[in-house]
């Protein structure tokens, strides 16, 4: 879906791009911008399949409440994308099911 | 690992038009307030609306809802030195016990607060209504589609069917069209619509139907939202509407998750919407150490949300000791007896009743608990 250029009342700056990857493929967003409205600009509506009925899911709610944008974000399953900001060069991948962190991997990020 | 525990003298969760009034207020009285906002900005709801409020002069009624935003936050800056704000800190729990609230910020960062005193200013949730295919995405609560749309600059899709014709649904509609997306039509089960004459009247200005006695039977769609299928409920007739995305307006519920764990004493209320905490005419709930303001003490409007916050957070402050003009109060309870006059009010009203400790009504009397 496109950018909003022209709006009666409001003034978006959309300045910042930068590069990131969903499921390898090379996209551009907004520096700061929730990961999700970055997809969502680049025409990627679904970002995680259910674990046990393999449906598919975009987000609901855009404010963090409803589980249903997560996404695996540099290696991490489970992350919000409708709240966690994009940064330069993130790797974003569709989750599929529920995610697993392995515990040492989860102590090594301490 | 074990994280330090933080201070604070007033924790006020929740960032938007109820907790930043409430932050402001206790700051002026001389209380150091930290505010934690899970979202990535603070202003709540008021930061996504373009239209001007209705609601009181004295909250700026009258002036769009994102630039009162930026008037309660320049009156914050006034006192900084006293308010810290942390955003993108989503608050997760509260053990009584011994009083301690733990908080994530973003996905890995983790601390605890124990704060003397806490106002929670949650807001509200949306809800969610039955039909096939309902998690597809592109079926979107109302607040999703302005958040992308009114925050971020994203268009949420070309084409949208509106379920709902309350104000939200009303206004959301409208702010698509200013965001040049078109809106297929706007269904509404009720044999009226249930939002103001004025926005429903601009949004037929502008010819787009609003059905009532109609419901959505369906959403269309592999993968994603192709489509809707939706049923007269007067004749029992169907028919398909084309459209990418369906926007759900179909009323709010109040955030209480944390009231709940704090121990305060809840009741379902429907003229508030859900649960909610009762009170005193100070927003003080059954745990001496909790207030409530804005649509978690029940769904009402932005002016009344500030408003009580205003109180909550003075009175919060004076359980501390600090030194305030008591006259304050009778400003407030006046406000909020005027906003809270009238016949659109009178759900409203009769909802307080049945929360209030000591049978107080909302405004209307001065004395706090007994
Ligand atoms: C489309 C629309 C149009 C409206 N038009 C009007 C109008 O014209 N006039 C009017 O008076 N009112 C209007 N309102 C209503 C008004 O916006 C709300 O009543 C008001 O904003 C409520 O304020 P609040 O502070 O209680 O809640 P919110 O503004 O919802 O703020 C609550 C904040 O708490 C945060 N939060 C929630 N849980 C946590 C947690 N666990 N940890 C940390 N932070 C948390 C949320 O992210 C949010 O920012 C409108 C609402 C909508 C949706
Ligand atoms: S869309 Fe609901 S948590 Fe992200």
New interface residues.
């Given amino acids: ?4 250029e ?5 003034d ?1 700056k ?1 300045d910042g791009k930068v590069e990131f990857t969903f499921d390898g493929k090379a996209m551009e967003g907004f520096e ?3 990961i999700a ?1 970055a997809l ?2 680049n025409g990627v ?3 995680r399949e259910t674990p046990e009925m393999k ?11 409803c589980s249903s944008c997560f996404m695996v974000v540099d290696g ?1 399953p489970n ?2 994308t ?4 994009l940064r330069r060069g993130m790797a974003v991948l569709t989750q599929r099911g529920r995610g697993s962190v392995s515990i040492a991997e989860g102590e090594a ?2 | 690992m074990n994280p330090a525990v933080r201070e604070a003298e007033i924790l006020v969760v929740g960032g938007g038009a109820a907790g930043l009034c409430a932050a402001a207020e206790a700051a002026v009285a001389g209380a150091r307030v930290l505010v934690l906002e899970s979202d990535l900005h603070l202003g709540g709801q008021l930061v996504k609306q373009t239209h001007k409020f209705f609601g009181s002069k004295d909250e700026f009624a009258g002036t769009r809802g994102f630039k009162i935003a930026g008037k309660i936050l320049d009156e914050m800056a006034s006192c900084k030195d006293k308010i810290e704000t942390v955003t993108n800190a989503n608050v997760m729990g509260y053990y009584p016990e011994d009083g301690v609230v733990t908080v994530m910020v973003g996905e890995d960062e983790y601390f605890k607060v124990k704060p003397a005193r806490i106002v929670m200013a949650t807001g509200a949730q949306e809800r969610l209504i039955a039909f096939p295919n309902n998690d597809l995405p592109g079926v979107y609560g109302a607040g999703a589609v302005q958040t992308l749309m009114n925050v971020y600059g994203v268009s949420p899709g070309d084409r949208v069917l509106m379920v709902g014709a309350g104000n939200i649904g009303l206004i959301v509609s409208y702010q698509l069209m200013q965001a040049g997306v078109q809106v297929a039509a706007i269904l509404e089960a009720m044999p009226n619509i249930g939002g103001y004459w004025v926005h429903a009247a601009k949004i037929r200005r502008l010819g787009v139907p609003i059905l009532l006695r109609h419901t959505i039977k369906a959403a269309l769609g592999d993968v994603v939202v192709e489509g809707a299928i939706v049923r007269s409920l007067a004749n029992g007739e169907t028919f398909k509407i084309d459209c990418d995305i369906i926007c759900l307006a179909v009323g709010l519920s109040p955030t209480a998750e944390i009231l709940w764990q704090a121990g305060c004493e809840m009741k379902y209320v429907p003229e508030l919407c859900g649960y909610v905490p009762i009170r005193n005419a100070r927003q003080r709930t059954t745990n001496d150490d909790v207030w409530v303001a804005g649509d978690a003490a029940g769904i009402e409007e932005a002016s009344s949300a500030m408003v009580e916050g205003r109180i909550a957070g003075l009175d919060a402050a004076a359980s501390l000791g600090y030194e305030i003009d008591e006259s304050r109060f009778g400003v407030y309870e006046e406000r909020l007896k005027a906003l809270r006059s009238g016949e659109t009010a009178s759900r409203i009203r009769a909802g307080l009743a049945r929360v209030s400790a000591n049978g107080f009504l909302g405004g209307m009397t001065s004395d706090g608990f007994q």
């Fill in positions: 879906m496109p950018l909003i022209r709006h009666p009342i409001l978006f959309h700061g911008e929730p409205a969502h600009s509506k679904i970002y449906r598919p899911r975009g987000f609901f709610c855009a404010i963090g409440k991490v992350v919000r409708c709240v966690t900001p990020r301490r």
